[in-house]
């Protein structure tokens, strides 16, 4: 049995080890360099050496991975993503090659022949209304690969694996926030049953884009300082990329919380709790110094409508929801 | 003679009615108190279970009979057999002292 994260940025697959969990983690990216002479082919090899990379049968090189973002800010480019706003990119070309061949060598073939595997699929959003935005041929496609790999696929809400995760000690019961690269996506759960289920599509991308258009730096360089720098949301910034990241993730706070606010108030699916709720909020995005207090703060200046116990952090905001897949699988 | 008979006629036609009178009231009176109890159920905590990954499955079954054409987008072959690796291992591995056994437990029991 095994759990799978299919997320905009980082794919992880979780297993268990001798009653532990293993996670395998890969970055949902790519880069190509499409090499003009055979010269250039083997000296462009010969710098390859020791990265994750493919060749692909028209020659060029395709990096995969974390080299592939790395390899992007060496040449001040962006990397390609495989994925958009938690589905499979119709914007790439190659997108839906790419993200097989990644997902087939992160699961591997199956232990044995129908084993069961779930992976996580995003809400539909609430925010947008796009025709590319398809999730139910995302879903296909990934379970048409992992099929081919000898699993039985199963998918599941990402934020509804999240409360898998996270909520045994609130009997199942609460909100789950999963802030991902591409989405936000959100469960409401009462005694282990999801009650409502939607996205947002701003999440980390979304800071990322906003901050390179404010500094002129591409994508990858915004994203590679973000994750790499020290900066604390809501605080002034020598670095002018961090101090813009720390402006847009204010603006995503309180996006983010309004829309919460929004979707829940008069809900006609949304439990009377008799208590008040334990909110827990896990993805990368979300790891940034000050989200949580920030995110706390804003959940009451707009207005959020259910009573709220606390907001936590995920144990392990980058593997939760690929563990809730995991206990998924163990329950079907 | 005839009038008595009559009389004693009328006297069976009014019991009659009475007792139909009395049963289809106590009929009305039951279909009134069921309809309301079951609005009173309703009215309480509202649960969209159907959007649950395990009542899903369930579900699954019982949709299928209902008939429609399947006008999602098809997935065409993937190829992915002209990439050619050049590394050794992809990804990185993590191992946690995490044990998922009571939330598995606990999950099964509340989907009993």
Same mark, same amino acid.
């Given at each position: 049995?095994?759990?799978?994260?299919?997320?905009?940025?980082?794919?992880?697959?979780?297993?268990?080890?001798?009653?532990?969990?293993?996670?395998?983690?890969?970055?949902?990216?790519?880069?190509?360099?499409?090499?003009?002479?055979?010269?250039?082919?083997?000296?462009?090899?010969?710098?390859?050496?020791?990265?994750?990379?493919?060749?692909?049968?028209?020659?060029?090189?395709?990096?995969?991975?974390?080299? $592939?973002? +790395? %390899?992007?800010?060496? #040449?001040?480019? /962006?990397?390609?993503?495989?994925?958009?706003? &938690?589905?499979? @990119? $119709?914007? +790439? %070309?190659?997108?839906? #090659?790419?993200? /097989?061949?990644?997902?087939?060598?992160?699961? &591997?073939?199956? @232990?044995?022949?129908?084993?069961?595997?779930?992976?996580?699929?995003?809400?539909?959003?609430?925010?947008?209304?796009?025709?590319?935005?398809?999730?139910?041929?995302?879903?296909?496609?990934?379970?048409?690969?992992?099929?081919?790999?000898?699993?039985?696929?199963?998918?599941?809400?990402?934020?509804?694996?999240?409360?898998?995760?996270?909520?045994?000690?609130?009997?199942?019961?609460?909100?789950?926030?999963?802030?991902?690269?591409?989405?936000?996506?959100?469960?409401?759960?009462?005694?282990?049953?999801?009650?409502?289920?939607?996205?947002?599509?701003?999440?980390?991308?979304?800071?990322?884009?906003?901050?390179?258009?404010?500094?002129?730096?591409?994508?990858?360089?915004?994203?590679?300082?973000?994750?790499?720098?020290?900066?604390?949301?809501?605080?002034?910034?020598?670095?002018?990329?961090?101090?813009?990241?720390?402006?847009?993730?204010?603006?995503?706070?309180?996006?983010?919380?309004?829309?919460?606010?929004?979707?829940?108030?008069?809900?006609?699916?949304?439990?009377?709790?008799?208590?008040?709720?334990?909110?827990?909020?896990?993805?990368?995005?979300?790891?940034?110094?000050?989200?949580?207090?920030?995110?706390?703060?804003?959940?009451?200046?707009?207005?959020?409508?259910?009573?709220?116990?606390?907001?936590?952090?995920?144990?392990?905001?980058?593997?939760?929801?690929?563990?809730?897949?995991?206990?998924?699988?163990?329950?079907? | 003679?005839?009038?008595?008979?009559?009389?004693?006629?009328?006297?069976?036609?009014?019991?009659?009615?009475?007792?139909?009178?009395?049963?289809?009231?106590?009929?009305?009176?039951?279909?009134?108190?069921?309809?309301?109890?079951?609005?009173?159920?309703?009215?309480?905590?509202?649960?969209?279970?159907?959007?649950?990954?395990?009542?899903?499955?369930?579900?699954?079954?019982?949709?299928?009979?209902?008939?429609?054409?399947?006008?999602?987008?098809?997935?065409?072959?993937?190829?992915?057999?002209?990439?050619?690796?050049?590394?050794?291992?992809?990804?990185?591995?993590?191992?946690?002292?995490?044990?998922?056994?009571?939330?598995?437990?606990?999950?099964?029991?509340?989907?009993?």
């Amino acid at each position: 049995m095994a759990g799978l994260d299919v997320g905009t940025s980082f794919i992880v697959l979780s297993t268990e080890n001798d009653g532990n969990i293993q996670y395998k983690d890969f970055r949902d990216a790519f880069y190509i360099i499409k090499p003009t002479t055979p010269v250039a082919t083997k000296m462009i090899e010969k710098g390859l050496s020791g990265k994750v990379f493919i060749k692909d049968n028209d020659g060029s090189f395709i990096i995969l991975g974390k080299d $592939a973002i +790395e %390899k992007a800010v060496e #040449r001040n480019d /962006a990397a390609k993503r495989p994925m958009y706003r &938690g589905v499979v @990119s $119709a914007k +790439e %070309k190659d997108a839906k #090659r790419i993200l /097989a061949f990644i997902l087939k060598e992160v699961v &591997g073939t199956a @232990s044995e022949p129908g084993e069961k595997l779930v992976f996580c699929v995003p809400a539909q959003p609430v925010d947008q209304e796009d025709e590319d935005f398809d999730v139910g041929y995302h879903e296909d496609v990934v379970k048409t690969v992992l099929g081919e790999c000898g699993y039985d696929p199963r998918a599941i809400n990402e934020a509804e694996a999240l409360c898998y995760a996270e909520l045994e000690n609130d009997d199942y019961t609460g909100v789950a926030i999963s802030c991902g690269a591409g989405m936000t996506n959100v469960c409401v759960m009462l005694n282990g049953e999801p009650t409502v289920v939607f996205s947002t599509t701003k999440s980390g991308d979304w800071i990322d884009r906003m901050s390179a258009v404010a500094t002129g730096e591409p994508d990858s360089v915004v994203q590679a300082e973000k994750e790499g720098g020290d900066f604390k949301i809501g605080e002034p910034n020598d670095n002018p990329v961090l101090s813009a990241v720390s402006a847009y993730y204010e603006r995503l706070i309180d996006y983010t919380t309004k829309q919460l606010a929004f979707a829940l108030t008069n809900h006609k699916s949304l439990p009377k709790f008799k208590n008040p709720i334990k909110i827990v909020v896990a993805g990368g995005t979300s790891q940034a110094k000050g989200y949580i207090e920030l995110f706390t703060q804003k959940l009451t200046e707009n207005n959020f409508p259910l009573l709220v116990k606390e907001v936590v952090h995920a144990n392990d905001p980058l593997h939760a929801v690929s563990k809730g897949c995991l206990i998924a699988s163990k329950v079907l | 003679m005839v009038l008595k008979n009559i009389d004693h006629g009328y006297k069976m036609l009014n019991n009659d009615n009475i007792i139909i009178t009395i049963l289809v009231l106590i009929n009305i009176n039951s279909v009134i108190i069921g309809y309301l109890l079951a609005r009173m159920r309703n009215s309480g905590v509202s649960s969209n279970s159907s959007q649950s990954f395990f009542s899903k499955l369930k579900d699954d079954k019982i949709v299928n009979s209902t008939i429609a054409i399947d006008d999602k987008k098809f997935v065409t072959d993937i190829k992915t057999d002209g990439l050619v690796k050049k590394y050794d291992s992809l990804g990185d591995v993590k191992q946690t002292t995490d044990n998922i056994d009571n939330s598995v437990n606990k999950l099964k029991n509340l989907k009993r």
